[in-house]
């Protein structure tokens, strides 16, 4: 389970994050919803830990990570899987080495092993004969479903989802979609996910919370965010430029 | 009058308050580089060791800029006879080019020119691979595959640095006397058993280990400096150049700065 309290970070001036607070029960698919610059990166990187707050705390299953050595971080790291943005593939190794790096590296696994587990995970993914391409060989959508095969492939218990569909066209962003929930239904995994896709929050989502200046202004399951009264999170479900959320850089 | 003096007052002001704001980028910038160094020194020590990467990194830094070293040095060994043999033949002091040569360069000439070169070559890249892993959160991602970036990138860049520069100037120092004494020699018609016996007799241990102790601390600074530059970068592609241009510029100031504060205290 994970738990964000009172969760302060401010990059010089710039106060992003302003006491949010959010609950996520084990097994539940948690989409947080917000505008570009709302501070959904810097929620996320606080929860596996590569962000320190400022104040506040981030439980996981009691534990404040926040407070824990650099061994002890590294070691609840590996609970961990997190899909990037642009996928980060590593871009000096072959795919399969991609996804079978935290396998050789803390599994001690031989490479044959290795490649072994790594073509199982590619092909869950739906992914096959691949494995000793290049990243830079790939197109968008096969990177960031290699992104999830490196994600899931030391078994974790959450996985993070740093936009899982954006840059991806309707149909490859709704086959990411597919296997987001596929990934939760086959690993009973907790997940969270960041985005500000609507139609991928709503299929994805078991609970959506809106991040807004800085808090979780609202939580609730796609239906109860669908038909809510909140007007900050109404404009942003209906993507209206018109109402109390203000574009940054713009004077109406 | 009081116009002109308080413009003045006001230039003096402004100069002190940008040196100062310089100063302190500049002590901010050491401060974090002696910090990334002393974490790369406790994850060194601490198993496991990173021993693949570190061969990969001594391949790329070492094999890959010897054809530049190979060249540097002849051509540095040649033209310093030739200087150093029509300068001399001023006052008939010729027989000297072999000590000439062979102090110049294992003292001086081999470690700064080899430094100034793996900078350019392996400390710019250090710096754009690291940049690019930066923007392209491949170094977050390493964060998140429970894999301490620090151990897994800066450590073996620094350990090959530290190692192959010194083993660099070794075989720069010998080609660079060979150079010396082709031209010395086959060009300008010296006696080659006058050259070697100049060379040998003037020539102490010392001189060439302490060139490669100066080797060994240029290599450690390029990795270090590099590594922080490109580890720290931010900014894109842009910030990949910057890093990269910036990695460059410090190495090569650190080289030439810290070589006479070396020589001062290892020459004495």
């Known amino acids: 389970m994970i738990e964000i309290v009172d969760l302060h970070k401010a990059f010089g001036r710039n106060h992003v994050l302003r006491g949010a607070n959010l609950k996520v029960e084990k097994g539940e698919s948690m989409v947080v919803i917000g505008g570009s610059g709302s ?66 590296r803390h599994g001690k696994l031989k490479e044959k092993d290795a490649k072994e587990i790594a073509s199982e995970k590619l092909r869950m993914v739906g992914l096959m004969g691949v494995e000793d391409l290049m990243p830079s060989e790939l197109s968008g959508g096969m990177k960031k479903r290699v992104g999830l095969a490196r994600a899931i492939a030391h ?22 979609n597919d296997l987001i929930i596929e990934m939760k239904q086959r690993l009973s995994v907790t997940s969270v996910a960041i985005t500000h896709d609507m139609h991928s929050a709503y299929k994805i989502a078991d609970r959506i919370a809106m991040l807004y200046e800085g808090s979780i202004i609202a939580t609730g399951t796609p239906d109860e965010i669908k038909n809510t009264d909140n007007a900050i999170v109404r404009q942003f479900i209906t993507g209206s430029a018109v109402g109390p959320i203000k574009i940054e850089g713009v004077t109406a | ?54 061969f990969k990194q001594v391949v790329e830094i070492g094999i890959k800029s010897l054809p530049v070293v190979l060249i540097t040095a002849v051509f540095t060994g040649m033209v310093l006879a030739l200087q150093s043999y029509t300068g001399f033949k001023r006052f008939n002091a ?4 072999g000590t000439v040569v062979a102090l110049s360069i294992t003292r001086e000439l081999g470690p700064v020119l080899t430094g100034l070169i793996v900078a350019g070559r392996a400390g710019a ?22 894999t301490n970036p620090v151990k897994y990138l800066v450590v073996p860049r ?92 410090l190495s090569s100031m650190t080289i030439l700065i810290s070589d006479y504060f070396l020589s001062a205290w290892l020459f004495k």
């Open chain 1, 155 to 176: 078994s974790p218990e959450i996985l993070l989802y740093d936009e899982p569909t954006t840059g991806l066209d309707p149909i490859m962003a709704d086959a990411i």
């Open chain 2, 125 to 146: 890249a250090m710096a754009a691979e690291l940049g690019t892993m930066r923007v392209t959160e491949q170094i977050d991602a390493l964060e998140t595959l429970a």
């Open chain 2, 94 to 97: 010729e027989v000297m080019v």
């Open chain 1, 39 to 104: 501070g959904k990166s810097v929620l996320i990187k606080h929860i596996i830990g590569t962000l320190k707050p400022d104040s506040g705390s981030i439980l996981i299953d009691g534990v404040d990570i926040a407070k824990l050595s650099e061994n002890e971080l590294y070691e609840t790291r590996k609970r961990f899987g997190m899909l990037f943005q642009m996928a980060a593939l590593f871009d000096s190794m072959k795919v399969w080495e991609n996804v079978a790096f935290a396998l050789m």
């Open chain 2, 1 to 54: 009058m009081s116009n002109v003096l308080l413009k003045l007052i006001e230039c003096v002001g402004r100069a002190i308050t940008l040196f100062w704001q310089v100063f302190l980028l500049f002590t901010e910038e050491l401060g974090r580089i002696m910090l990334l160094l002393c974490s790369a020194i406790k994850q060194l020590v601490l198993p496991p060791f990173e021993l693949r990467n570190t």
């Open chain 2, 158 to 249: 620094f350990i090959a640095g530290t190692i192959i520069l010194p083993s660099l100037t070794v075989i720069a120092d010998i080609i660079g006397i060979i150079g010396g004494f082709f031209v010395t020699v086959t060009v300008l018609g010296a006696n080659s058993s006058v050259y070697w016996r100049r060379t040998w007799d003037y020539l102490e241990t010392s001189d060439i280990y302490n060139g490669l102790i100066k080797a060994c601390f240029f290599g450690a600074a390029i990795a270090i400096i590099s590594c922080y530059k490109g580890f720290y970068t931010s900014g894109g592609a842009e910030g990949v150049g910057k890093a990269t241009t910036g990695a460059v510029v």
